[in-house]
């Protein structure tokens, strides 16, 4: 269906709320995320293929989910340094994007970037569902958005990808992920 512009239509939202104090560090969100986007799926699992992350300090019982958010083209020029009860975190520790100033959500092998889908086809995020002690839990609503996405938006996220990765590597990329399933 064609959208007129400036008509407003319903966006669902998904939104996973993270509640850091019932984290226990198990990491079975890392297990379970890795394993799903494994190719093919569930064939293995590695948390550094996980589109989240937990920043552990096991001494402090601190436990603290990080999902990937969006690719960065460009690191940024300012830096976040937190300090949680006196423990001071690696710069950009809490930061959400895919970023050429370290290996955090970046596929080991190809180094291609990392992001949450949330689970794109399931009913509810598979690390909600493996969290037993609902450190995440789910919720979905409808907000009214004025716009569909433009189709530039996505060529020029690919075009970023591709000038980054090069054009192989981004079709080598699609082409596995499309046998995935
Ligand atoms: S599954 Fe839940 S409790 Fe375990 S590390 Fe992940 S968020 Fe924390
Ligand atoms: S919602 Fe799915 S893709 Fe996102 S971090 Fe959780 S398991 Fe991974």
Redesign the pocket.
Known sequence: MTNVKGEKKKKKVKVIN?N?D?????????M?CSAFHAAPKYSSNNPARSR?K?IREPLKDV?V?VYAGEYAVAECSGRDKYTIDGKEYEECAFCRASCPSRSDFKEPDSGLPLKCDMCEGEEKPL?VK???????TYEEREEEIEEEEKPEDIETGLESLANKYGLQKIIDAVARMSQKG
């Open positions: 993270i850091a019932k984290c226990n560090g198990c990491r079975a969100c890392e379970i989240i937990i436990y989910p690390c493996w969290c037993m002690v609902d450190a995440l």
